[in-house]
């Protein structure tokens, strides 16, 4: 892959976003050599009327984070700011002017050509006028343009294609990049080389040698303030509709006929379309109240949190894949805020052994740790060593700050911004898989938000989630083991 030169335009750039994630993946990449100065150019844009160097010195405690104060410097050097509204031509037009500067810096000494990158740090409410101002404004069709969006895409099934309708015409698909960031994720990246380069594991991928699979998400804090827009949202929308949803696919997709990004959403439709809708008496929904010690708020706390919200922010759903690598095998999402802890994992457990020659010995389970510590820790039995003649359950430990040292490690972000960057779409959500998962979801929401809708189960702030959860797991098939 051979990137060319290109003008990165983050709007919404005096955002949140933009500062704590945009702007600091970007400069990741030029600090690991992947963008080079002579290479792009950075522009901010926004309606906030700032300077240039309002908006570098606003950035730059965000980049001091990951880099010395001289490259911070050098970096900011090539971020310029340009202001101007959102939903008419003029800001639009100013950027153009500054385009045709930028474009003469970037063109001395070479004759590549140099594209342009836009990336929406903005909420999808105004991503349809953005992208018809770009349209109008800034697309030329000799030069190459990428728009970056992302989610929520859309809030339901109807909407998402409300979205798709307003975009699609302006920009093609091949031009359009949907940032899902958990596909930017390590271990994410690292899910399909696991399972198809690996004879072994790919070998026991199966409904015969699986007993049940378990997505877990968990983070220790709660809304925070943030309640009101976290309320019309819900864990559902907010972290299990797209990440994890991309997280399952990924582990349970057919092999794609080769890593081309068509030949691996391909496949990632066909296993989204094989899944069931869901049964709305297997699952688990809770809200988070006053932690044990009462140090903590519950959600209903929450200032921005309209009273009595049954808003869910802790969800467990049973996924049922009706094909025959799956079926019968239960495939538990557990998401939730305000947890014991913050991380996200998969565990597959693996059937028992053949009885007979053990009395009772512990499934086979294997771990892959997308964060925090990205890791791959396959629990299997051993001999106790000595005279012994007891078994003893042991990791095959494949931790990546121990094994990979030396390794970058690109953070989500990082990732992708590069990959739209060289062109390839396989890291991002394609129309159609949106499509899908929208239709999948929206039933459940549906009824969850309806007027029907159950009563969450309160657990406590800093707990494991509702009291109900352990028993839900075992029935789904999950054994608990000494440690979990
Ligand atoms: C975002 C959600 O998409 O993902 C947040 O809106 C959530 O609520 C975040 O905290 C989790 O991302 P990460 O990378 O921190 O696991």
Known sequence: HEMSKYIITVFGASGDLSKKKTFPAIFGLFKQGELKAEECRIVGYARSNMTTEDLRSRLKPFLLKQGDENLVDKFLAH???????????????KLREAYTDLEKELAENSNKSVGRLHYLAL???????VCGQIKENLYEDDISTKIIV???????LESSRQLQKELAPLFSEEELYRIDHYLGKEMVKNLLVLRFGNIFFNAAWNKENIQNIQITFKEPFGTEGRGGYFNDIGIIRDVMQNHLLQVLTLLTMERPVSFDAEAVRDEKVKVLKAIAPFDHNDIIIGQYGKSEDNSK????????VPEGSKCITFAALNFKIRNERWDGVPIVMKAGK????????????FKQVASGIFNEIPNNELVIRVQPDEAVYFKCNMKTPGLSTTTKVTDLDLTYADRYKDFWIPQAYEALIRDALIGDHSNFVRDDELDVSWKLFTPLLNYLEGKDAPVPSIYPYGSRGPENLNEYMKAHGYVYMKGD
Do not use: N
């Open 79 to 93: 971020v310029t700011y340009v202001h101007g509204p959102y939903d008419e031509a003029s800001g639009y037009i």
């Open 123 to 129: 909420p999808p409410s105004v991503f349809g006028t």
């Open 150 to 156: 992302e989610k929520p895409f859309g809030h339901d």
């Open 297 to 304: 708020p519950s959600y209903l706390d929450d200032e921005t």
């Open 338 to 349: 305000a947890l014991d802890a913050g991380k996200v994992e998969i565990r597959i457990q």
